[in-house]
């Protein structure tokens, strides 16, 4: 079955600690995002990558890191630079053709989140 | 920049009912425009996507949507509302390489 997986689940974490949230697809997609969601607010993108070892920001970057060093996988990690990192966090993945295919045009799929707790 | 707007936070109908759920945007051109839905706990899951040609699109568990050029709308329908339609809606815009959703709609259904 082809997809895109996130683990945790549940994460729970002390203040002033790093903590890193695996996605994995076996979409063979080019592209892969990264979402926080907040109650009220919809999604807000926070990194995007559209090739391996290449990635940007998006709105709400600070606080947050990425890597994109395999096609597979695109980790995110909320660094305690994050003043409000307790939400729902989306991994999603899209084609991106090369004849086209944009952070406007694609169709994303999506995990089923981790959902981050600081304590 | 485009922008989205959902303007009812939450809804509720009866099962059996009809359904439409309205998505306003902003932005100067037609941009690519999306549905999709969210089951409590998961991910998102693409209902309908319009790009150009025909206003009526038709979309997975039988749902529709209309774009209206004229209102900058894209409102999503469902003629009978089924009660495993329970679940939050989000509609997106996509325009210069960006993609903004809406902060969604949640749907309740009554037995």
């Known amino acids: 079955d082809g997809g895109i997986t996130q683990s945790p689940k549940y994460l729970f974490r002390k203040e002033g600690q790093n903590v890193t949230l695996s996605c994995e697809q076996n979409?063979?997609?080019?592209?892969m995002y990264w979402y926080r969601q907040d109650p009220g607010q919809g999604l807000r993108l926070i990194y995007y990558?559209?090739?391996?070892?290449?990635?940007q920001k998006g709105d709400i970057a600070e606080g947050y890191s990425v890597s994109r060093e395999k096609k597979e996988s695109f980790p995110l990690t909320v660094t305690s630079a994050q003043k409000n990192p307790t939400a729902f966090y989306l991994c999603?993945?899209?084609?991106?053709?090369?004849?086209?295919?944009?952070?406007?045009?694609?169709?994303?799929?999506f995990g089923p989140g981790t959902r981050l707790t600081v304590l | 920049a485009q922008s989205v707007t959902q303007p009812d936070i939450h809804i509720t109908v009866s099962e059996g009912a009809s359904l439409e759920l309205r998505c306003n945007y902003s932005?100067?051109?037609?941009?690519?425009l999306f549905w999709y839905v969210q089951s409590p706990g998961q991910g998102l899951q693409l209902l309908l996507k319009?790009?150009?040609?025909?206003?009526l699109v038709q979309g997975i568990k039988g749902f529709e949507a209309e774009f209206k050029r004229s209102q900058s709308s894209f409102n999503l329908r469902k003629p009978s509302v089924h009660w495993s339609d329970a679940a939050e809606y989000f509609c997106?815009?996509?325009?210069?390489?960006?993609?903004?959703f809406g902060a969604g709609t949640r749907l309740t259904v009554k037995p």
């Open positions: 999603a993945s899209s084609i991106s053709p090369p004849t086209g295919g944009t952070l406007s045009t694609d169709t994303q799929y």
């Open positions: 979409l063979n997609h080019d592209a």
């Open positions: 990558s559209q090739i391996v070892n290449d990635f």
């Open positions: 932005y100067g051109a037609t941009p690519y």
């Open positions: 319009y790009f150009s040609g025909d206003t």
């Open positions: 997106a815009v996509g325009a210069e390489n960006d993609m903004r």
